[in-house]
Every structure is written in structure tokens, then in C-alpha cells.
């Protein structure tokens, strides 16, 4: 007589339990407004409520009508796509209706193929559609595998009420990420238009913003932070829209009378700034853009702020700007210059012009090396045998990827920048024998291996064939 009650008692425990992890994931839920983390939330919280192996979210890719995975656990494909109506999650996205499959071999609208793929085997699967607020299917969650025999009733309605909030919450992130890539776009598609009026800056605004990112990052700085200071570094040129071509593209040394019109881009680039609307979080954007020329003596401009009065996202563009200047092609006034070069010049302005500290991460930590490149990287593995001017072993291998201006490679031994080498590929039957020279290493620890990013020597060297670009 006792059993009975035992069991019930330790049933409402469970159920308890249940629930307040459900509001658990609902408050999360509410809270996050980066898609990727919502989902990952959602896949783990799913999988330890009902008790199961492992759970997978497929979205709607309303362009292709397709499901795509974002977020899977374990050793599942990053990204596995299937036509909406294929398999247990297409019917499920077709028919909008829930369905709880005991045995999934027996089931004919269960695939096999992709438990053939990972060597995963799927015993028993409970698939939920998600629903937005106009009761359009935007996704559906699939959970695999009870740790205890199949899905119960219970199970059913707790996905449902699940999924009833992560759809509501997931078109609110998606929302948010498409206003957020409009936003930037938007800044990216403006800071190109302002470099492109010099040909010989374009790429200048992207690349100080990769170069300040990757400070900001090893500062520690969050996503805000990041974000802020991304945006300030694409648009810190904004104000030189003003500047007329007479000076901005004069080819010869400008006269102290149009040095000091040229120094007004910073003001116009506040006044610009000022005149858009930013959310609270980035409303210091039009200050950092238009102080990356202040130096910590107060020798800059446009409003001599001295070392205290500036801001360290200030600091960091004062420097990516400067060293994105030196190391940038050749100017009319100038030649390009080394990394080596270009680091002297900023270390004779340490702790006068530029912060020492912020010097030290970015020469320690490689915090410089970024893609520079302007051409699109294609993933093809090109057999190769590459020879080094330092040696004279050739090594063979295939390529990581491929531009029409370098390429990537992996390999055990690490060679300096600017080793000078001789590269024999072959595609499409065709052999290629190029010069090149290494522009950047990258140590990958997990693999014990280095990535040698290769520079062509003669950028017209080699003619990727069409039908790769639309790798």
C-alpha cells in the first residue's frame, strides 16, 4: 500500500522539477537576443527536460525551402540541409502537426542516411513543429532518443509548450540579427563609399576595424564594447566626404594650409555621426570615430584630449589607423612598409602618441594579422609541392583555400614572414608554377600544425576557373 504513494510523491518531485526548469529555459529564452546562443540554449535545456540522447533544431530557410541545422549536439554535421517535407522534421514542417515515433526504423518517413553518416543510431524520436505568431511554422524541434524507453504524453506537452516560446523567441532573434546586419551593411556599404573616393584607401576603414576588433577582444571587451567600437572604426573616415579631391587626392605633399582643412574631416565625421540615430548601448560611436587622430600628449586633434581624456576604444583606433596606414599599399606619399617598419614608427610614439600597453598586446599577440587580401578565398584542395628559399626540401600537400591574389596552406614547420618561396600546382590539368611569399602564420596548437597564408607574387598569375567561384 505504501509503494503507491512513494511513487506518486517522487512523481510530483519530478513533474516540479520539470516545470521549473521549463521556467528556467522560458526566462532564458526572454533574455537572449543572439540567435546562435538561443538555440544552443534551447538544444541543451531540451535535451535534459525530456531526458533524451541528444536534440536538434531545424530552421526554415524560406529563400530555398529548406531545414537547415544550426545547432546540434555531440558529433553532428555543423549544418545538415533536406528539403521541407522530406524525412520526420519535413513532414513535421509540412504538416505543422507534432509526431512521437516509438520505433524510427519502422517508420517510412524516417531517413536513415544520416545516421549512416554519423554512425549515430536513432532509436526513438519526438519532433514538435514551432510556430509563430501567425501561426506560420518558422522551425521545428527534434528530439532523439528517451533515456528510458519511448516518449510519454508528458513529453508531448512539454515540447509544446517548449516550442510554443522558443518560436516566439527565435523569430524575435532572427528580427534582431536582420536589424543588426542592416545596420552594418548599411555602415559598411557607406565606409566603402568614403574609401573608394581614393583608390589608393580602399579596404582602409575594414580592415582598422578587424585590426581594432582584435584588440578589443584581448582586452577583454564584450559584445557591446566590440560592437561599438566595429562601427566607430568603419565610420571613422566618414567626415573626409567634405574634404575636396583638390587635397584629398593630391598626389604631392599637402601645404600647411590644406593639412589643416584635411584635419576638419574629423570634426565632420562627429558632425555626421551626430545627426544619426544610435541605440542607447552605442551612442558613443560619434565620439570614439571622430577622436582616433587624439594622441595621448594632446598633440591631436580635433580637440587635443590628452591620455586620461580619451577613450580607450579612442586609444585602440589610434593605433589600428596609423599602422593600417604604414602597411597599406603604396600611396603617392608614401611606400608601403613592413610589419617591422611600421612598428618602430608606432614605438617611437609610445606613451607620447600612443598607448604602451595597447603597443605590447598588438606586437605580442599577432593582434596584426588579418586577411588582407580584397580577392574571395575559394575552399579548394589543389595539390601542391612548395619550396622555400630557406631550404630545399619541397613539400607537397593541398591547399586549404585559394584566391586569385594567394592562397592557404597547412604545414609542420614554421617559416618566417616574407620567406620567399616557389609553388608548382596543378588544376584542371593544368600545371601552375608561381612565386610567392609568406604574408601570414597562424600556429593551430590542437593540430600542431601552422597556416602559411601565401602571397602571389604576380597577382595575375592564376585564373581560377568559373566553375569553382560558386564554391
Do not use: W
Not at 72 to 77: F, I, R, S, T
Amino acid at each position: 500500500m505504501k509503494e503507491p504513494v512513494i511513487e506518486r510523491v517522487v512523481s510530483s518531485i519530478v513533474r516540479v522539477d520539470k516545470l521549473s526548469l521549463l521556467l528556467e529555459v522560458s526566462n532564458a529564452l526572454i533574455a537572449e537576443k543572439t540567435l546562435e546562443r538561443l538555440l544552443k540554449i534551447i538544444v541543451e535545456k531540451t535535451t535534459i527536460l525530456l531526458e533524451a540522447d541528444r536534440s536538434s533544431i531545424f530552421l526554415l530557410d524560406y529563400d530555398t525551402n529548406e531545414l537547415y541545422t544550426k545547432v546540434a549536439q555531440l558529433k553532428e554535421a555543423s549544418e545538415i540541409r533536406i528539403p521541407a517535407g522530406q524525412g520526420i522534421a519535413g513532414f513535421v514542417a509540412k504538416s505543422a502537426k507534432l509526431v512521437n515515433i516509438p520505433d524510427a526504423y519502422k517508420d517510412s518517413r524516417f531517413n536513415p542516411d544520416v545516421d549512416k553518416k554519423t554512425g549515430y543510431l536513432t532509436r526513438n524520436i519526438l519532433c514538435s513543429p514551432m510556430l509563430n505568431r501567425k501561426n506560420e511554422v518558422v522551425g521545428v524541434l527534434q528530439v532523439l532518443n528517451k533515456k528510458k524507453g519511448s516518449f510519454s504524453l508528458e513529453d508531448e506537452h512539454l515540447i509544446m509548450a517548449l516550442t510554443a516560446q522558443a518560436a516566439v523567441a527565435i523569430e524575435n532573434a532572427q528580427l534582431y540579427q536582420e536589424l543588426e546586419l542592416t545596420l552594418k551593411s548599411f555602415l559598411s556599404t557607406l565606409a566603402s563609399a568614403i574609401d573608394a573616393r581614393d583608390p589608393t584607401t580602399a579596404g582602409h576603414s575594414e580592415r582598422v576595424a578587424r585590426l581594432a576588433i582584435n584588440m578589443g577582444k584581448a582586452l577583454g571587451f564584450n559584445e557591446i564594447q566590440l560592437k561599438m567600437i566595429d562601427y566607430a572604426a568603419a565610420l571613422h573616415d566618414t567626415g573626409k566626404i567634405g574634404v575636396p579631391d583638390s587635397i584629398l587626392l593630391k598626389p604631392d605633399k599637402l601645404t600647411p594650409e590644406e593639412y589643416e582643412i584635411m584635419k576638419q574631416h574629423a570634426i565632420r565625421t562627429k558632425e555626421i555621426l551626430d545627426n544619426m540615430f544610435f541605440a542607447r548601448e552605442l551612442r558613443e560611436i560619434p565620439h570614439i570615430a571622430s577622436t582616433h587622430h587624439e594622441r595621448l600628449d594632446g598633440s591631436g586633434y580635433p580637440l587635443r584630449l590628452k591620455g586620461g581624456e580619451m577613450t580607450l576604444s579612442a586609444k585602440i583606433l589610434a593605433v589600428a589607423d596609423v599602422y593600417d596606414a604604414l602597411v597599406s599599399q603604396d600611396r603617392p606619399y608614401k611606400k608601403a612598409m613592413s610589419h617591422e617598419q611600421a612598428m618602430a614608427i608606432l614605438e617611437q610614439g609610445r606613451d607620447k602618441h600612443f598607448d604602451g600597453h595597447l603597443l605590447d598586446i598588438f606586437k605580442e599577440k599577432n593582434l596584426y594579422l588579418i586577411e588582407r587580401r580584397k580577392s574571395p578565398r575559394f575552399p579548394l584542395e589543389i595539390p601542391f609541392v612548395f619550396r622555400s628559399k630557406l631550404d630545399s626540401k619541397e613539400r607537397s600537400g593541398k591547399t586549404i583555400n585559394i584566391s586569385t591574389c594567394g592562397l592557404l596552406i597547412a604545414n609542420q614547420r614554421l617559416y618566417p614572414l616574407g620567406t620567399e618561396c616557389d609553388i608548382t600546382m596543378r588544376l584542371d590539368d593544368k600545371e601552375y608554377c608561381v612565386k610567392g611569399r609568406i604574408a601570414r602564420v597562424d600556429k593551430k596548437l590542437s593540430q600542431n600544425l601552422y597556416y602559411l597564408g601565401i602571397s602571389f607574387v604576380d597577382p595575375a598569375c592564376i585564373d581560377i576557373p568559373f566553375k569553382y567561384r560558386k564554391v
